[in-house]
């Protein structure tokens, strides 16, 4: 069953005077539970594609559905309705508010839904434990490092079990060491909970952890690479030998 259909996707800014079209034409369509990165160079359209497909920015032209409903049909008040109940966002800069604990930041989705507190509290011990914060649970952003930051942000996407969750470069802010920690919890959640995550991401490594890897080059699909049965380290170099083709492509223009 595909969560996500998008057909045709052109975005284009400027005015006809100066017009730069960024994305040209794109079809994609993720599965639910499917775990997929967007990969490409810088310039290429893949940040512009995702935001598109998460209603952060709107099309010039296209149709994307999410959950059988029409997304680019939609009006503001009712696209914003759609955002809190079916999509979770994961951002490079946690987006968490200073003023809130980790637990009271986790929660925020909930807190505009009629869930009691008590099934909140559930959900939240559940999730924490997972991601393995729940003993920072009282504290300050300002007072956890940037792997727990970002962790907290995962289990805020991840609370009020959205259809799906866009993830734009969310290690691109960590070392080597808690990229893997939360690459391997957003796994771990993918698989457990069959959890649908679409994932922009610049970092081979990142992208060897998803099932399915869409390359965009200028505005267009380029390539896909699908996992299958191979071990993460065979995927990774299979990715970085294509990263190798499209970037010796665009070297030659």
């Known amino acids: ?25 794109l079809d994609v ?63 490079q800069e946690y987006n968490l508010l200073d003023t809130l604990t980790v637990k009271e930041n986790i929660l925020l989705p909930l807190s505009i839904t009629k869930i009691s507190k008590s099934e909140a509290d559930d959900k939240f011990n559940t999730l924490a434990e997972e991601l393995g914060i729940y003993d920072i649970k009282d504290k300050y952003p300002n007072e956890i490092s940037g792997g727990q930051k970002q962790r907290t942000s995962a289990a805020r996407a991840f609370i009020h079990e959205p259809s799906i969750i866009f993830a734009d470069e969310p290690t691109g802010a960590l070392d080597s060491k808690s990229a893997s920690d939360l690459l391997n919890k957003l796994s771990d959640l993918n698989q457990k909970r069959n959890a649908t995550i679409l994932m922009v991401t610049h970092d081979p490594v990142a992208a060897s952890y998803c099932n399915r890897v869409i390359f965009i080059k200028d505005g267009q699909i380029y390539t896909q690479l699908t996992k299958g049965e191979e071990s ?11 990263q190798g083709v499209l970037s010796g492509v665009q070297n030659e223009h």
Do not use: P, W
């Open 232 to 242: 993460r380290q065979n995927f990774f170099h299979a990715i970085m030998k294509t």
């Open 1 to 25: 069953m595909n969560i996500l259909e998008a057909a045709k996707i052109h975005k284009s800014y400027g005015n006809k005077f100066n017009k730069q079209e960024v994305l040209k034409g």
């Open 29 to 91: 369509t993720i599965k639910k539970g499917e775990f997929v990165s967007i990969m490409g160079a810088s310039g290429s359209g893949k940040t512009t594609l995702l935001n598109v497909l998460s209603s952060i920015d709107k099309v010039s032209y296209g149709t994307i559905t999410i959950e059988g409903k029409e997304m680019t049909a939609m009006k503001e008040k009712q696209l914003a309705e759609f955002r809190k109940n079916h999509l979770g966002f994961i951002f």
